[in-house]
């Protein structure tokens, strides 16, 4: 029994040690004065904006040829080594009306229209209710299928929620101005849109009920390697830039107008406030005519940051890392930190990082306005290191020159 | 609005609350210290479960992301490592929504559910807090939300109302009755790094004024829990 105990020390490849002790490896990796990803510490993932794919669209951007992809607009880019793709389809729903003050009479039926619509211009400008956003799907490809996961729920919620907030896309960008088809003196088959013939009698376009647009996003990640709200945001904010909008014309050829109008003038179809299927079937997107999406601004862009503090214990004893010729490049972001405050690590990335850092702030700053207000949102998560007012300040800093850097590539 | 808050409501939960404020009314129940599924256990701490179910209908991904925030900072105030291989179950029942909005139409409706994320949220983890204290869970710091507005003309004004430039959700912990770290702030709306500060300082100094709320309500609730101490 003469046998000595030894305690063996165990190694792991930096891969390992990032999965089961996170915060060991990350604290390591930033005593040398580097992240575990070899990028300094606030180093942002290198972005590339793929130009869009005009056999996805279904409206090109030289107008015109159409195909018939139902999608409206697209993006593709490439974050690190993360692909997104990004595309967006629409379709288009009834404006509601108030069931229980809605009259048999349809002469009623648009007063009470008119009364809203005044009634709506009457609120402030920039109330919540004056905006849109658009519904997410986001899938991150981890090679099995099933239910969304926690964060792919999470991140589609946020986006929805941000691009509301954000109040970028109004109102009345998604709103329908229904066009006629119908014949000419000839006899030949035209189609006429209000906005662009002004000689035509307005009366023409006086449809009963009123449409608007609706947008789904379906976003697709490929090697996600960190979270991915930044890259998403970004995708869907290109493709949202590229989206055209069909133009909607009325068959009138393929209905009796008056019988529409008379239909509606029946309790039922009123009050269940339902396109039958009738008069739903004679509204048809333009094959070959689009318009532009309008947005209020399209150079927002979100940027997540984590802070973290060095931990001492954990740190690795290198002499001489001054002169050290491998590590010398890479410790300069060691002095240009005052001392207590947490480092801040931008485009946070691998394991190591998205495990080890508790606290972290997203910055969406609006770098087009000359207004003081240009911040549109910040959202501080703390619980991991302390979160100071001066990283704060730094890391809207941060998020202001990134968004200027990805304005100028976009 | 003040708050109104009750401890201890529910008898066969671990630990429960009921909290209105700002129109809002949530209950809280803690279930746990438990056994965690397979799936769910840490070897070094205790697994965090936030529900949260809405006034009306079932949860949807809404809830999702409230759990979500609600989880991020949560995690760090619970002393997980008492707890290890365990779950801890926070469940938020929303039971009231006061809705101050008379439109009709299905689009004001969606705005306003993303509007009221902060509001209840607010409420959420106001709740939390006294359910947590009254389950007998140990936490490292005392935690409390208050929400703040920024009106069109400029000034910061307490609890939120809909018409608002901006809109600031701040949750402070707080340790040995002093401010002692920002847990949670949420900002949303047209607003300069100057207000957000002010939004932050302003807070801070709320959420002492509700802390020793909290606190009397808590201290009583302990007092009748261990009445044969005394």
């Known amino acids: ?410 | 609005m003040e708050l109104d808050a009750k401890i201890g409501v529910l008898n066969n939960a671990g630990g429960s609350s009921e909290v209105s404020l700002n129109g809002i009314k949530v209950v809280c129940g803690i279930n746990g210290p438990m056994e965690a599924r397979p799936r769910q256990e840490l070897p070094t701490t205790c697994y965090l479960e936030v529900i949260i179910r809405p006034a009306i209908g079932n949860p949807t991904v809404r809830e999702k992301y409230m759990e979500d925030k609600i989880k991020n900072f949560l995690n760090s105030v619970i002393i997980g490592n008492l707890y290890p291989r365990q779950v801890i179950q926070v469940n938020l029942q929303i039971l009231e929504k006061k809705n101050n909005n008379s439109s009709y139409t299905s689009d004001s409706d969606e705005s306003a559910a993303t509007e009221d994320v902060l509001l209840e949220l607010n409420c959420c983890i106001n709740s939390a807090f006294l359910a947590l204290v009254d389950a007998n869970i140990s936490i490292y710091k005392a935690f409390n939300s208050n929400i703040f507005t920024y009106t069109h003309k400029g000034s910061l004004v307490k609890d939120g109302l809909s018409e608002a430039k901006s809109r600031h959700l701040v949750v402070y912990g707080i340790k040995n009755n002093k401010v002692d770290e920002l847990l949670y702030g949420e900002n949303v709306g047209r607003f300069s790094e100057k207000k957000l500060f002010m939004a932050l300082e302003r807070g801070e100094k709320e959420s002492m004024i509700l802390h020793s709320k909290l606190k009397e309500l808590s201290v009583e609730s302990v007092k009748q829990k261990f009445v044969y101490l005394s």
Not at chain 1, 295 to 318: A, H, M, R
Not at chain 1, 351 to 374: C, F, H, K, L
């Open chain 1, 1 to 410: 029994m003469s046998e000595e105990f030894q305690l063996k020390p165990v190694s792991f490849s930096p891969e390992v040690l990032a999965r089961i002790a996170p915060e060991l490896s990350l604290q390591r990796h930033l005593s040398v004065g580097v992240r575990p990803c070899l990028r300094s510490f606030q180093e942002f993932k290198s972005v590339q904006i793929n130009p869009q794919l005009d056999s996805i669209n279904r409206y090109t951007s030289n107008q015109g040829i159409s195909s018939k992809s139902t999608v409206l607009g697209s993006s593709n880019i490439k974050c690190g080594n993360t692909i997104i793709f990004c595309t967006i389809t629409g379709g288009f729903i009834e404006t509601l009306l108030p069931n229980d003050e809605a009259d048999e009479n349809v002469k009623e039926y648009e007063k009470i229209y008119e009364n809203s619509e005044k009634q709506e211009n009457n609120q402030q400008d920039d109330s919540l209710s004056n905006f849109r956003t658009v519904y997410p799907i986001i899938e991150i490809e981890r090679g099995r299928t099933g239910a969304p996961t926690d964060e792919e729920m999470i991140i589609s919620q946020t986006l929805h929620d941000t691009l509301l907030n954000s109040k970028i896309l109004p109102k009345e960008s998604l709103e329908i101005d229904l066009g006629l088809k119908t014949v000419d003196k000839d006899n030949n088959e035209i189609i006429i849109y209000p906005n662009e013939s002004k000689d035509i009698d307005s009366s023409l376009f006086q449809f009963p009920r009123k449409y608007s647009f609706v947008l789904y996003a379906s976003i697709q990640v490929f090697s996600r390697s960190g979270p991915i709200l930044d890259a998403a945001w970004l995708a869907l904010m290109i493709a949202l830039k590229s989206t055209k909008l069909p133009c909607v014309y009325f068959d009138e050829k393929n209905s009796n107008l008056l019988n529409d109008i008379s239909s509606l003038s029946s309790k039922k179809s009123v009050k269940t406030g339902v396109v039958n299927a009738k008069s739903g079937s004679q509204i048809i997107c333009d094959p070959t005519k689009s318009h532009d999406l309008k947005l209020n601004n399209s150079d927002l862009y979100t940027t997540t940051i984590g802070l973290i503090e060095l931990d001492k214990d954990f740190s690795v004893e290198i002499e001489d890392v001054e002169n050290n010729e491998d590590f010398k490049a890479l410790s300069v972001d060691k002095h240009t930190r005052n001392e207590g405050e947490p480092i801040l690590l931008c485009d946070i990335e691998g394991d190591a990082e998205e495990n080890a850092i508790g606290s972290r702030v997203v910055v969406i700053p609006d770098i087009n306005t000359e207004d003081d207000d240009n911040l549109v949102s910040v959202t501080i998560i703390g619980g991991g290191s302390k979160v100071t007012k001066q990283s704060i300040q730094n890391s809207i800093g941060l998020a202001k020159l990134r968004s200027k850097n990805l304005q100028q590539q976009s």
